[in-house]
């Protein structure tokens, strides 16, 4: 069985920096792309940045691009979001997703996701 | 940047009863970038329906999508009480893949 478990999330003050891991299982992780989606307390689903199952494509949405950078370690089969000079908006519950063999895929399984929280 | 409009953003409905979700793309995304999640209360989503009309593994039969271009469609069929949920739309055709604000189904 596929599973994704991310971790990593905690409460930040604005300004600093965190890395969220997540850690795949139950599938060719280096054949698929993967990505993190967001979700702001009480709001919907926002992709944040995707990485390409050859590894060689990263993508950013544009409030993020430059502060964030998406990452894998394919001999460990770990997704890393590192994300520094966070702000209040930052703030949610991020999904580390797995998807097909490219960006262009639905995400077809997600984690159960981890809390990022930046506040003074 | 495509953007995905969903309507209603509350649907109240009753068990048993079908439920018909709409999503409008701001531009052509063909039937086959079109998604559909489900999202429980404290819950990860869950891929319901992929390239508009696939259903994803395990998902019931109650569950069925339509639509081609800009304009797509959940149906849920005799809704069950584990069917109360939000449900985004989402498109993949290209980066970024853009959900729909969501359409939450309640009794």
């Known amino acids: 069985d596929v599973q994704l478990l991310e971790s990593g999330g905690g409460l930040v003050q604005p300004g600093g920096s965190l890395r969220l891991s997540c850690a795949a299982s139950?599938?060719?992780?280096?054949?698929?792309?993967m990505g993190w989606v967001r979700q702001a307390p009480g709001k919907g689903l926002e992709w944040v940045s995707a990485?390409?199952?050859?590894?060689?494509?990263?993508y950013y949405t544009d409030s993020v691009r430059g502060r964030f950078t998406i990452s894998r370690d394919t001999s460990t089969d770990t997704l890393y979001l590192q994300m520094n000079n966070l702000r209040a908006e930052d703030t949610a519950i991020y999904y580390c997703?797995?998807?097909?063999?490219?960006?262009?895929?639905?995400?077809?399984?997600w984690g159960q996701g981890t809390l990022v929280t930046v506040s003074s | 940047e495509i953007v995905m409009t969903q309507s209603p953003a509350t649907l109240s409905v009753s068990p048993g009863e079908t439920a018909t979700l709409s999503c409008r793309a701001s531009?052509?995304?063909?039937?086959?970038?079109i998604a559909w999640y489900q999202q429980k209360p404290g819950q990860a989503p869950r891929l319901l329906m992929y390239?508009?009309?696939t259903r994803a593994t395990d998902i019931p039969g109650r569950f069925s999508g339509s639509g081609s271009g800009t304009e797509f469609t959940l149906t849920i069929s005799s809704l069950q009480s584990e069917d109360f949920a939000v449900y985004y739309c989402?498109?993949?055709?290209?980066?970024?893949?853009?959900f729909g604000q969501g359409t939450r189904v309640e009794i």
């Open positions: 390239d508009a009309s």
């Open positions: 989402q498109h993949y055709k290209n980066w970024p893949p853009a």
């Open positions: 139950g599938f060719t992780f280096s054949s698929h792309a």
């Open positions: 997703t797995k998807l097909g063999y490219g960006v262009n895929y639905p995400s077809d399984h």
């Open positions: 531009e052509s995304v063909s039937s086959y970038y």
């Open positions: 990485l390409s199952g050859s590894g060689g494509f990263t």
